[in-house]
């Protein structure tokens, strides 16, 4: 934690001296969510069925020097009712952010995305997820950085330097979406001497070219994805963090009514090297049957150098789906899709659906089905964990 409180003294002692008029704003929203789960979990202790949680995340936003300097805090916390791991709290962003004309700074803590396909983000590295918020992995953790970028003829340049480590969260017992054993997250297991204090480095480029909007990082530090390690007297699942090399590279085109996609990776680690991709296109029929809507059509393959060795799920595995877009006064869409698993005959079918009611609220409608029958397949641990969630937030 040294290394954070350092980031924000930097960031809060900056902001300090530039200072001269301010405007500040406080937005954000609270939730109410209900899971609903068709059956008992596979594992002892995931006996129940029904999960309700709430949930709050306001952000205030502060900018003085005509918008020039600004702060942004944003808090997250969640009460569950049935893991207690799922009570959670958390500062997504926390950070000073200075604009110039040819570059931006930022320090403290934020969050950056990386990515351009739908069923992973294969490059989307500076981030920890929070597994606990989402099992698609979307929802992450604020990072401590000092992130610096600037805008050139040759593209654009980030540079990220990230002291202090953020560790995955787990569900626990009696959470859904857990491995077989329940992971110790109380006693995390590091590569590097520093452990948790390790100092992360990135650098990403970016430029675009006519249709194509091309982007390259590399990665050097704490893989966000640990080994999950048996104890010896085979309880428990300790997280092993190694330290990694990541080069990784998206492209994304926008060619008439088609948007072509593209992420892939080359990883290196102590214990295993492999290559990854992600890839597919989404073709959008406009003004669906003479109407405002649209339906994008999604296909998307995805792969792993390390096959059924690879601790990702997506190893051999092909999304189809149809995104229908209302184009409403409430934003109302939908989008259906599958994933197959062409090694285990696996397959994951979702329902995304959203709408606003009035002025300040929003609804989410989220359906998992998991079809696993293979013990060997990764996604097998989840077999029992199919469900509903509905979730309303309320916004100001």
Excluded: C
């Excluded at 300097?69 to 997504?92: G, L, N, Q, V, W």
């Excluded at 149809?322 to 109302?332: E, F, G, H, I, Y």
């Amino acid at each position: 934690m040294r290394a954070t409180n350092s980031v924000l003294a930097t960031a809060l002692s900056l902001a300090l001296l530039s200072i001269n008029s301010a405007a500040m704003e406080l937005r954000g929203n609270v939730a109410g969510q209900y899971r609903g789960f068709f059956e008992q979990g596979a594992f002892p202790g995931q006996d129940q069925q029904h999960q309700g949680s709430i949930s709050a995340e306001p952000e205030l936003y502060w900018e003085w020097n005509d918008g020039i300097d600004s702060i942004t805090f944003t808090p997250f916390a969640r009460a569950d009712s049935m893991d207690s791991e799922r009570t959670h709290a958390d500062i997504r962003e926390l950070k000073w952010l200075h604009l110039a004309d040819e570059y931006e700074l930022e320090i403290g803590i934020a969050k950056v995305f990386w990515g351009v396909t739908e069923t992973q983000h294969l490059v989307d590295v500076i981030n920890q997820t929070d597994f606990i918020e989402s099992p698609d992995g979307d929802e992450k953790l604020g990072q401590p950085m000092l992130h610096f970028n600037t805008y050139q003829d040759s593209g654009i340049w980030d540079v990220f330097i990230l002291p202090g480590f953020r560790e995955r969260t787990f569900a626990g017992v009696d959470g859904r979406f857990r491995p077989p054993l329940p992971v110790d997250q109380d006693n995390a297991q590091y590569e590097s001497g520093a452990k948790d204090k390790h100092v992360d480095l990135a650098l990403r480029w970016a430029q675009t070219f006519g249709d194509w909007d091309v982007g390259t990082a590399y990665f050097r530090g704490t893989n966000r994805d640990p080994l999950l390690i048996a104890s010896a007297d085979g309880t428990k699942l300790t997280p092993y963090y190694e330290q990694m090399d990541q080069l990784g590279v998206d492209l994304q085109a926008t060619i008439g009514d088609w948007l072509w996609k593209f992420e892939g990776l080359y990883r290196n680690t102590s214990s295993n090297s492999y290559t990854a991709a992600v890839g597919g296109y989404e073709y959008t029929l406009v003004g669906l049957f003479d109407s405002i809507a649209d339906l994008g059509l999604l296909t998307e393959y995805n792969w792993n150098s390390d096959g059924k060795e690879a601790t990702s799920t997506f190893q051999n595995d092909l999304y189809l789906g149809a995104r229908l877009v209302l184009n409403d006064a409430q934003s109302t869409e939908f989008l259906l899709g599958g994933a197959i698993d062409l090694d285990y005959n696996t397959n994951v079918v979702t329902l995304e659906a959203s709408r606003r009611f009035g002025e300040n609220w929003k609804g989410e409608l989220d359906l998992w089905y998991i079809d696993a029958d293979d013990l060997a397949d990764p996604t097998y641990a989840f077999s029992k964990d199919s469900f509903v969630q509905v979730n309303m937030a309320y916004f100001f």
